[in-house]
Nanobody, 123 residues
Framework: QVQLVESGGGLVQAGDSLRLSCAAS????????LGWFRQAPGKEREFVAA????????SYAGSVKDRFTISRDNAKNTVYLQMNSLKPEDTAVYYC????????????????WGQGTQVTVSS
């Protein structure tokens, strides 16, 4: 089993930056994919970014590409989401997730989820 804990959310103004962290504990595997999703009130959970733990290219949603960067530190068992040029529409609870499915952009492709961290961007 993999346990995930997110941190780093907060209240910022449009144009500001935040760095989210997701610390993993328990078992980790090089073949696992680590993803970030977000969910705003009344909306379904939305894919943000993903990366293979052991290496490989990252994937991004079109709405965040060129603004957000996903990375990982294998020694710390931690995945990060650097968020720059934040917009009010980025406001949501952000979740990290882990899975082995080939379905990168779907919530159903992930087996383990963190508790979420709130990001609020004011205009």
């Amino acid at each position: 089993q993999v346990q995930l804990v997110e941190s780093g959310g907060g209240l910022v103004q449009a144009g500001d930056s935040l760095r989210l962290s997701c610390a993993a504990s328990g078992r980790t595997f090089s073949n696992y994919r680590l993803g970030w999703f977000r969910q705003a009130p009344g909306k379904e959970r939305e894919f943000v970014a993903a990366i293979v733990w052991g290496g490989g290219s990252a994937s991004y949603a079109g709405s965040v590409k060129d603004r957000f960067t996903i990375s990982r530190d294998n020694a710390k068992n931690t995945v990060y989401l650097q968020m720059n040029s934040l917009k009010p529409e980025d406001t949501a609870v952000y979740y990290c997730a882990a899975g082995q499915s080939v379905y990168v952009r779907s919530w159903s492709g992930y087996d383990y989820w963190g508790q979420g961290t709130q990001v609020t961007v004011s205009s």
